[in-house]
C-alpha cells in the first residue's frame, strides 16, 4: 500500500515515522519540504490547495492522512484555510479512488456526555461548527474517508497543547503548573503516538467506519501534571489553575485568547470517553509520561 502524508506539524511525523518503522515506504509533503528523517521517508514539496499538484501525489497513492493544521488557532483562520484544503483533497481523492485518513478533534461533538462509537454532532462554539461542516463534507464526498477522533494532546511534539510542554516543564522542574479551568475534573488525552496508531489502524481496516475515536487515558489536569512530576523524580507537583473568566475578559481585546475561552468548556466540564470504543487501547499514562519527560530531558541535553 502506497501512503501520502500530507502536513509535518503535530502529527504528521507520528504516522509517517510509525509506518517506516514497519517498514513502509511512505511521502511526507508539506510546502516547505519538511518532514521526519528516515530511510524510507521522501520528503517533497506540495501546495494540497493545486488540485493539479494533487493529481500528480494522487497517481500512484492508496492512502492519504491529511494532517495540516490552520495557521493560527482561531475561527477567522479555521473558516478560512480548511474548508478550501480538504474540498481539494477530497476532490482529488474522488478522481484517484484514495482512501483519507483525517485527525480530527472532539470539538464538533457532544461532550456532555460519554463519547462513544457513534458521536453526535452538536458543536458549542464557532471552531466546532467548522469541524462539523468538515466532518459534513467528508460524508458527502464519494471517496472513503476516516475521521480519527482524538482528545487533547500529550506526547512528544504537542508543544502547545494543554497538556503538552506548558505543563511538562513546569511539572519536571518543580515550578507551578497553570492549566486551564477545573484540576479536578476527569479528563481524556490522547497521546499523540497513539493517535498515529489509530489513523494507520484506520487506513489498513477494508471496511471500518467513518468516524472512530482514537486511544485515550482519562486523568484530570492535576493528575497529569502530578505524572510528568513523578516520571522526573519528584513527589509532588504544585498546580495553579487560570480561570475560564479570566481568558473571557482577556479575549474581548485578543480574538486567540478569545477563541481559547470559547473552548474553555472542556475544561470547566468532565471530557470522557469510552475506552471500550476506541479502535486500539491507549498507553498507560504512567508509561507515556516517563517517555515524554525522558525526550524532554534528551532535547535539553541535545540543546533543542
Known amino acids: ?3 501520502l502524508v500530507i502536513g509535518a506539524g503535530q502529527i504528521g511525523p507520528h504516522v509517517a515515522t510509525l509506518l517506516a518503522e514497519r517498514g513502509e515506504e511512505v511521502t511526507v509533503a508539506t510546502r516547505s519540504g519538511s518532514g521526519p528523517e528516515h530511510p524510507l521517508v521522501t520528503r517533497t514539496r506540495l501546495d494540497a490547495t493545486d488540485p493539479s499538484a494533487l493529481d500528480r501525489a494522487f497517481a500512484d497513492v492508496d492512502v492519504v492522512h491529511l494532517c495540516v493544521h490552520a495557521s493560527a488557532y482561531r475561527p477567522d483562520a479555521w473558516e478560512r484555510e480548511l474548508p478550501p484544503l480538504e474540498r481539494a483533497v477530497l476532490g482529488a481523492a474522488e478522481r484517484h479512488g484514495v482512501h483519507v485518513v483525517f485527525p480530527e478533534s472532539v470539538y464538533a461533538f457532544d461532550t456532555s456526555g460519554v463519547l462513544g462509537a457513534a458521536p453526535r454532532i452538536a458543536p458549542r462554539s464557532a471552531m466546532g461548527l467548522v469541524r462539523a461542516s468538515l466532518l459534513e ?10 475521521s480519527v477522533v482524538a482528545s487533547d494532546f ?5 508543544s502547545l497543547a494543554h497538556g503538552g510542554d506548558r505543563m511538562v516543564g513546569p511539572a519536571v522542574s518543580g515550578r507551578t503548573v497553570r492549566p486551564l479551568g477545573r484540576t479536578d475534573l476527569p479528563h481524556a488525552w490522547t497521546y499523540l503516538p497513539d493517535l498515529a496508531a489509530a489513523m494507520v489502524a484506520a487506513a489498513d481496516a477494508p471496511d471500518g467506519p467513518e ?3 482514537a486511544p485515550v487515558v482519562h486523568a484530570s489536569q ?3 501534571a502530578l505524572a510528568y512530576a513523578r516520571a522526573a523524580g519528584r513527589d509532588e507537583v504544585r498546580v495553579r489553575a487560570v480561570p475560564a473568566w479570566a481568558l473571557r475578559a482577556v479575549g474581548v481585546v485578543s480574538a486567540d485568547v478569545r477563541a481559547l475561552a470559547e473552548m474553555s468548556y472542556l475544561f470547566t466540564e468532565p471530557l470522557l470517553v469510552d475506552e471500550g470504543a476506541t479502535i486500539l487501547p491507549g498507553t498507560p499514562l504512567v508509561d507515556a509520561a516517563a517517555a515524554v519527560v525522558d525526550l524532554t530531558r534528551r532535547d535539553v541535553v541535545a540543546g533543542r
Open 154 to 158: 500529550y506526547g512528544p511534539g504537542a
Open 1 to 3: 500500500m502506497s501512503t
Open 211 to 213: 468516524v472512530v475515536l
Open 137 to 146: 463534507r467528508r460524508a458527502a464526498s464519494s471517496a472513503r474517508t476516516t
Open 222 to 224: 492535576r493528575e497529569l
